[in-house]
T-cell receptor
């Protein structure tokens, strides 16, 4: 069965510091991969997606993610954290079957310290 | 577009009562998903529909849960009878894709926070 692993349920960074949120996928075929962000008391919002085009994907709010097949990873980064980036981040993988439902990771809560 | 609309936003009910959560997907979208989010279990897919037909309900916890999609613009998730362990945030999401060109990008509603006492 497919699985998405997010290393670290909580990550804390200082404002202005690099943000790195880790995600590893399990699919053996080139997958579709997503990062979603959830702000407090809101639904999930798409941050960026990888669909077999460029391996470095740029998203909203200055975030980007790099697809590395050799490492089965899709880590999310942002060069300089802002207080408004504090949220929960979910990595997700599209199915390699006819199903349409994404497989979500368990989420990483990002705290940004002033 | 107004996005995915869910109602109510908050629901507090007593154990044993019937609860109905509602969702209006984005117009034109042909897939609809119901999720449940709790601290303990994270984000769980309950059921999803494609072209109003339930495709996978393996995530529905038990017979107390049922979901319907009578038309392309409306879906309900019903819990009867409700129990305290059903307390969670329930999200609805929708997406648009063709059989030969699936689009997995999902748009989420704001969620319904359910509290069963």
């Amino acid at each position: 069965a497919q699985s998405v692993t997010q290393l670290g349920s909580h990550v804390s960074v200082s404002e202005g510091a690099l943000v790195l949120l880790r995600c590893n996928y399990s699919s053996s075929v080139p997958p579709y991969l997503f990062w979603y962000v959830q702000y407090p008391n809101q639904g999930l919002q798409l941050l960026l997606k990888y669909t077999s085009a460029a391996t470095l994907v740029k998203g909203i709010n200055g975030f980007e993610a790099e697809f590395k097949k050799s490492e089965t990873s899709f880590h999310l980064t942002k060069p300089s954290a802002h207080m408004s980036d504090a949220a929960e981040y979910f990595c997700a993988e599209a199915p390699d079957t006819g199903r349409r439902a994404l497989t979500f990771g368990s989420g990483t809560r990002l705290q940004v310290q002033p | 577009d107004a996005g995915v609309i869910q109602s109510p936003r908050h629901e507090v009910t007593e154990m044993g009562q019937e609860v109905t959560l509602r969702c209006k997907p984005i117009s034109g979208h042909n897939s609809l998903f119901w999720y449940r989010q709790t601290m303990m279990r994270g984000l769980e897919l309950l059921i999803y529909f494609n072209n109003n037909v339930p495709i996978d309900d393996s995530g529905m916890p038990e017979d107390r849960f049922s979901a319907k999609m009578p038309n392309a613009s409306f879906s309900t998730l019903k819990i009867q009878p409700s129990e305290p362990r059903d307390s969670a945030v329930y999200f609805c999401a929708s997406s648009l894709g063709a059989r030969d060109r699936p689009n997995y990008e999902q748009y989420f509603g704001p969620g319904t926070r359910l509290t069963v006492t």
